[in-house]
């Protein structure tokens, strides 16, 4: 008899042993009973006989649904780091780390899946016959070389197309079992067009190319602009062409579509796609083609970075600095570390990309642990945004835009270019108020006020999503004269429609994007020029490439200047920064305008007058004089409860616990930035020390007294090791 060790799906902080007949593999899914229940857990090791308490209770493992390891070696030692680091239940790390349907307990085997092969009839004809239908011709010349998964030819080439070469009988459909070839991509990869690097890109390709084979961490630092995609593109063709696989991390699924395009064109070769719009069953084909070795490119979002690879070559983490890269519940983990910890095991190198790297990202360049790779010009001769600040104050103001910047905007229509107006709210307003008693309408679940969102006709809550109709009276004084305070994207738009009557227009938020391909549809009617006018929120500013916009229009920032999280700065600092790099990206000058009524602030004034390298070594000066991350390691411990204090209770006995190991600074418990969500208040613990080991010991030796906190089974309560956002 065997005791196997079990990582199961289930939020405790601990293995289970089982019994089974013989020892299994490390990685290999079984099925044991848990409770009532009966869970798919994954087998990481085995332990002696007499290691094990209480052997006559153990239960026997029910079904073992592997003949082989799923979960590799070098992707079980991350795991195990994981869980370690981010002290989470190790069964919920190694589910997360697996496809959907492998975590169901699903074979991981290849699967029937719906081909386009040609018929005996499309054999016998040639691809002549379809002169006049150009997209049913190039889906016929691409099914004489190869099938085609049925999905990707509508893809491709369009779902009219496909049905009409099935309607004339030329191809058919067909049920079948995919065969995966090892370095499959071999045999399609062709070098396409490619510029001449300038020096700057030549001396940062040569250095990632002598990086081959070993580990080594870059930070490539390069304004908007300045090719950044195109090192990857050259820093990575000779690893294609040796038959090793990259995996590139994107933070949007916005960004994924003009990212695999530009790759496809570059190499002629097929690239795996994951992230959240990506149907559960196409992830797994994604998963088990990488793992087959037969995908040399591989993209995707946060969760890409558990992809197995057969022959990795390289990792690649484009515009680093961005939130989205960090979990923000369940296993927070942050992909771009995860990244670092998978690249050295691999012994591969990891590319870090960004025109606004994240201040840990920059400190651990400037301080020689990560090569630093700077480009610091624009590529192909274009000039850089020229920054300005906009004085709003005591300037008539039309739907949130100053007079000023009104005719800056119109210089730029006149002359036919295209004008990107951020806006930091999406909705009409953020808020809805009685004109007469000055009572807001709240969302009561979490004591903010409701957007207005015109459109819909409805209220929303941004931080519980809540819905309600709007209303007609003032709950408190029944006076109908209810008004809108603010500005967001509805409004805006609406506005813009009448002061520029004839213009054509377009709003990008998450209200306007929803659906597949929407936002790629969206952004190439942009760049095809059928819009003058955008209006959007963050989700413009993410490295896409407008080379017809010459204006960027920033409104009310003034906000990010006077919030309590220390890291608003930064995030202010990237986000202006980043949206200036959509300006003037081609032949013609870009401007970009900040509209303030705060125009002397020092942040402001750094940032258009010395540029984001300036501020970001400067605000790394100031971290270190308060005494601040990265020069200090850092973890929050958060509980929320309906009754607050059952939630400050739990995180005062907390700091009670911790107060015993001395060498811990602790602050708190406060309120978090959004005391209230859901229902819900919300307070954090924040501990932190200048190094890692101590306080992740103190943490070790801590958790076992929290869970046992008369509070800890009343409250909702996390940690998050090395958090980024204290809201």
Not at 501 to 529: W, Y
Not at 614 to 623: G, T
Request: aromatic fraction near 6%; charge should be positive.
């Amino acid at each position: 008899m065997a005791f196997i060790q079990v990582a199961v799906p289930a939020p405790l902080r601990q293995l289970f042993t089982y019994t089974h007949i013989a020892s299994l593999d490390k990685g290999v899914r079984v099925m044991v009973p848990f409770g009532p229940r009966k869970l798919v857990g994954v087998v990481v090791g085995t332990v002696q006989e007499a290691h094990v308490e209480n052997v006559e209770k153990l239960k026997p493992i029910e079904d073992v649904i592997d003949d082989k390891p799923i979960i590799d070696d070098v992707l079980l030692k991350m795991a195990q780091w994981l869980w370690q680091y981010y002290h989470h239940a190790p069964g919920e790390v190694l589910h997360a780390m697996l496809p959907v349907l492998l975590r169901k307990g699903e074979s991981p085997d290849p699967t029937a899946q719906e081909m386009l092969v040609l018929s005996e009839q499309g054999r016998a004809e040639s691809a002549d016959t379809l002169s006049r239908a150009p997209k049913q011709k190039a889906c016929f010349e691409a099914l004489l070389k190869s099938q085609l998964h049925a999905s990707q030819a509508r893809k491709l080439y369009g779902a009219p197309a496909v049905k009409a070469l099935i309607d004339k009988g030329m191809v058919t459909l067909a049920a079948m079992v995919p065969t995966f070839i090892e370095h499959g991509w071999l045999s399609t990869l062709h070098i396409g067009e490619k510029p001449v690097p300038d020096t700057e890109q030549s001396v940062a390709i040569a250095a990632l190319n002598r990086q081959h084979g070993s580990f080594a961490v870059s930070l490539l630092e390069g304004v908007t602009g300045s090719g950044k995609t195109e090192v990857y593109l050259q820093a990575i063709e000779p690893l294609l062409k040796e038959g090793k696989q990259v995996l590139i991390l994107v933070p949007e699924i916005g960004l994924t579509p003009q990212t695999v395009a530009r790759f496809e064109k570059r190499f002629g070769i097929e690239v795996g796609v994951l992230h959240s719009q990506v149907p559960d069953k196409a992830r797994l084909h994604v998963w088990q083609r990488a793992r087959a070795g037969e995908l040399g490119i591989i993209i995707g979002t946060r969760s890409a970075i558990f992809t197995p690879l057969k022959h990795p070559g390289m990792i690649i983490v484009d515009e680093e600095h961005d939130e989205s890269f960090k979990q923000q519940d369940g296993l927070r983990y942050h992909a771009r570390d995860l990244a670092a910890m998978r690249a050295k095991q691999h012994n591969i190198p990891l590319l870090l990309g960004s025109a606004t790297p994240a201040l840990e990202t920059l400190n651990n360049a400037l301080s020689n642990r990560y090569a630093h790779l700077q480009l610091t010009k624009r590529a192909g001769g274009a000039s850089s945004t020229h920054q300005h600040v906009l004085d709003a104050r005591d300037q008539p103001i039309h739907y949130g835009i100053s007079q000023g910047l009104l005719t800056i905007m119109r210089q730029h229509i006149t002359t036919g270019n295209q004008v990107l107006v951020f806006v930091n709210r999406r909705g009409y307003a953020p808020a809805m108020l009685c004109h007469h008693c000055g009572e807001t309408v709240m969302c009561k679940r979490c004591d903010r006020p409701y957007t207005v969102h015109k459109a819909q006709n409805r209220l929303q809550c941004h931080h519980c999503s809540s819905t309600r109709a709007m209303p007609n009276n003032c709950e408190a004084c029944h006076s109908s004269e209810l008004v809108t305070a603010g500005t967001g994207t509805e409004q805006v738009e609406q506005g813009l429609a009448s002061l520029f009557p004839g213009v054509k227009q377009v709003r990008i938020d998450s209200d306007t994007v929803r659906g597949k391909d929407k936002l790629h549809q969206t952004l190439d009617a942009i760049n095809k020029r059928e819009y003058q006018l955008l209006i959007g929120t963050q989700i413009l500013s993410k490295g896409h490439h407008f080379p017809h916009v010459t204006l960027v229009a920033v409104l009310d920032c003034d906000g990010a200047l006077f919030s309590a999280d220390f890291r608003a700065p930064e995030k202010l600092a990237q986000l202006v920064t980043q949206l200036a790099g959509r300006a003037g990206r081609a032949s013609k000058p870009g401007e970009m305008w900040l509209q303030t009524h705060n125009p002397q602030h020092p942040l402001l004034q750094d940032l258009v007058h010395n540029g984001y390298g300036h501020f970001a070594r400067h605000a790394l000066m100031e971290r270190k004089a308060a005494r601040l991350p990265p020069f200090i390691s850092q973890f929050v411990i958060r509980a929320e409860a309906t009754d607050s204090a059952l939630a400050y209770r739990f995180l005062q006995d907390s700091k009670a616990i911790f107060s015993q190991q001395h060498a811990i600074e602790m602050n708190g418990p406060f309120p978090c930035l959004i005391e209230k969500r859901q229902g819900r208040f919300r307070f954090m613990l924040v501990c932190s020390h200048e190094k890692r080991a101590p306080l992740h010991s103190a943490l070790r030796l801590a958790l076992p007294f929290l869970q046992a906190l008369p509070q800890a089974t009343k409250v909702r309560w996390s940690v998050d090791i090395d958090p980024t956002d204290f809201s």
